[in-house]
T-cell receptor
Framework: GESVGLHLPTLSVQEGDNSIINCAYSNSASDYFIWYKQESGKGPQFIIDIRSNMDKRQGQRVTVLLNKTVKHLSLQIAATQPGDSAVYFCAEKTGANSKLTFGKGITLSVRP | NAGVTQTPKFRVLKTGQSMTLLCAQDMNHEYMYWYRQDPGMGLRLIHYSVGEGTTAKGEVPDGYNVSRLKKQNFLLGLESAAPSQTSVYFC??????????????FGPGTRLTVT
């Protein structure tokens, strides 16, 4: 079946650098994508979302890019901070009832 | 405004025992969801509800039952727990399709161990 996945299981970056977390999706009919952050022992927390009629959306220190041609989604975090260390999930809306399909997650580790 | 709350936070069960996990939300959301999270597996949808009195199966519904008697509550039941149900369980809620806002708000999770 079709699923959302991530390229790398872990990412280590230096504090202050920019981070880029990538996600590949396979369902060309998906019309909505969302990034979540999950800190240890907590539930996932919304970061940013994007609809399929857009290719870029910016938030506070974060940018999501959507490339529908190659079915690729990325999350860019500017000036990465220690508090950004967490597991990041991408998810896509796969049809009715607002159901989301989640990727397996990638761990972001920020080096001081 | 507490958002989404879950009880209990931790639980240890013996094989064959039953239990109910409670999820409550105070955001007047229509849709509610139950997920399980296992290492390396991401979040998998167990059951969901699109409104009071309605429930539907998700990706991994076997061994679980749910009820949505009140709009603010969504209960997940395990009738006969098995070690394979050892996991962290998350509840989430969302406005639903009518608002064209699909963000799901998650609770803090329940860590369940079945021995």
């Amino acid at each position: 079946g079709e699923s959302v996945g991530l390229h790398l299981p872990t990412l280590s970056v230096q504090e202050g650098d920019n981070s880029i977390i990538n996600c590949a999706y396979s369902n060309s009919a998906s019309d909505y994508f969302i990034w979540y952050k999950q800190e240890s022992g907590k539930g996932p927390q919304f970061i940013i979302d994007i609809r399929s009629n857009m290719d870029k959306r910016q938030g506070q220190r974060v940018t999501v890019l959507l490339n529908k041609t190659v079915k690729h989604l990325s999350l860019q975090i500017a000036a990465t901070q220690p508090g950004d260390s967490a597991v990041y999930f991408c998810a896509e809306k796969t049809g009715a009832n607002s159901k989301l399909t989640f990727g397996k997650g990638i761990t972001l580790s920020v080096r001081p | 405004n507490a958002g989404v709350t879950q009880t209990p936070k931790f639980r240890v069960l013996k094989t064959g025992q039953s239990m109910t996990l409670l999820c409550a939300q105070d955001m007047n959301h229509e849709y509610m969801y139950w997920y399980r999270q296992d290492p390396g597996m991401g979040l998998r949808l167990i059951h969901y509800s699109v409104g009071e009195g309605t429930t539907a199966k998700g990706e991994v519904p076997d061994g679980y039952n749910v009820s949505r008697l009140k709009k603010q509550n969504f209960l997940l039941g395990l009738e006969s727990a098995a070690p394979s149900q050892t996991s962290v369980y998350f509840c989430a809620s969302s406005l639903g399709d009518r608002g064209r806002l699909f963000e799901q708000y998650f609770g803090p999770g329940t860590r369940l161990t079945v021995t």
